[in-house]
């Protein structure tokens, strides 16, 4: 485990969260069993395991688009109902693998844009400004707004969902294999770009992968899961130079640069 976060240092808490989904013929499938994790204000926590290890479905829970079957989820201290996201729109914001299936075809890209600040209530010039400024953040021409998603390639559409995702000026992004998708070269650009915004806006991510090479250059800590579950936890350096559990260790020797 590593050093304890103290309470002025947590921004989002998962506290003891299991969830089961029915399976084929009815019986009932683990998906998360008593999951406890905390994300820093301003830095980067990362869960990395194999797939079906539980980490999407933690990072819906955390979106607050998914219901745990017990435990808490807390944003500053206080408890988050489920809400299919609404209840954090303004604060918690996520980017998913695919951005190609992110991002409607038939809107363009203001209007894409445009809707996760009409659902704060921002509207008008202040969102017009906001998706322009965004826009310039990523480093995307300001005629991009009037383009649609398959005039763009890969990286470009997710540099849009990253536009899009801190519009709204959120403290926390669920950042779920955001690169996985894209080439090497494009995927160290998106983890720069990724890096500037953490330094320059302060933004917290929660960082889902299962390729630790990606989450050595941008994780503050790790949590590793296997089957539902936690089994390794602590800051990031401590988990890839010196791992603890033999699972840790595998993922770890799945990729020989690692420590390079």
């Known amino acids: ?24 013929g ?21 869960i990395v395991g194999e797939s079906g290890s539980g980490k999407s479905t933690l990072s819906r829970i955390a979106l607050r688009i998914e219901h745990e079957d017990s435990g808490d989820v807390r944003f ?3 408890r988050l109902a489920y809400s299919r996201g609404r209840g954090v729109a303004g604060k918690v914001q996520a980017v998913f693998q695919d951005p ?9 890209i203001r209007r894409s844009m445009l809707e996760p600040l009409h659902v704060i209530g921002v509207d008008g010039d202040e969102a017009e400004r906001r998706i322009r400024d965004a826009l310039s953040f990523v480093k995307l021409p300001q005629d991009s707004l009037d383009r649609y998603p398959d005039q763009f390639s ?7 969902c990253i536009a899009r995702a801190i519009a709204p000026d959120p403290e926390l992004i669920v950042l779920d294999e955001p690169t996985s998708a894209l080439d ?4 160290a650009e998106i983890i720069n770009l990724l890096l500037r915004l953490q330094q320059e806006r302060g933004v917290a991510y929660l960082y889902i992968s ?3 090479a990606t989450v050595r250059h941008i994780a503050d800590a790790i949590a590793v899961m296997h089957s539902g579950r936690i089994v390794e936890q602590g800051d990031a350096t401590t988990i890839i130079d010196d791992p603890q559990e033999a699972y840790t260790r595998q ?3 799945s990729i020989p640069d690692i420590r390079l």
């Open 76 to 78: 500053h201290g206080e």
């Open 210 to 212: 299962h390729d630790l």
């Open 154 to 160: 890969g990286g470009q559409r997710q540099r849009i």
């Open 100 to 108: 190609y299936g992110s991002l409607n075809p038939r809107f363009t």
């Open 26 to 46: 009815g019986y009932r499938v683990q998906a998360l069993d008593d999951v406890s994790l905390d994300v820093a204000k301003g830095a980067t926590t990362a």
């Open 251 to 253: 993922l770890l020797n």
């Open 1 to 24: 485990m590593g050093e304890a976060l103290s309470d002025g240092r947590i921004l989002l808490s998962l506290d003891h969260i299991s969830k089961s989904y029915r399976g084929r």
């Open 184 to 187: 090497v070269i494009v995927q």
